[in-house]
């Protein structure tokens, strides 16, 4: 059996990549596939803490199921902000988007 502290090093460094995709991209799509990685780093330690404290219970598994829940609607609600946004302005950089300023 592969011990907790594995899956919790594999999610440390994925949320890490994608801590550093969200500060270091500009595209906003790339920010996005950024929060997604966030998402699914926090969804191991979920189903780790889960197996691993306790496997008789659900509640694990449902947090897990929830999280990718809202990780597809907030993708479906990001990537439609983004073409938005596309068809307006012709850029999804992320520096641009100024829309609410003033």
Do not use: C
Request: net charge neutral; no cysteine; hydrophobic share 65%.
């Amino acid at each position: 059996m592969i011990p907790l502290s594995w899956y919790l090093i594999v999610a440390a460094l994925l949320f890490s990549m994608g801590l550093y995709g969200v500060f270091a991209r500009r595209n906003a799509v790339a920010i996005l596939m950024s929060v997604e990685l966030m998402l699914n780093a926090v969804n191991i330690n979920l189903v780790a803490f889960w197996r691993y404290l306790a496997p008789d219970q659900v509640t694990g598994m449902a947090w897990a199921i929830f999280v990718l829940t809202v990780a597809a609607a907030e993708a479906a609600v990001g990537l439609a902000l983004i073409i938005s946004v596309y068809r307006n302005r012709d850029s999804v950089v992320a520096e641009e988007l100024d829309l609410l300023k003033n």
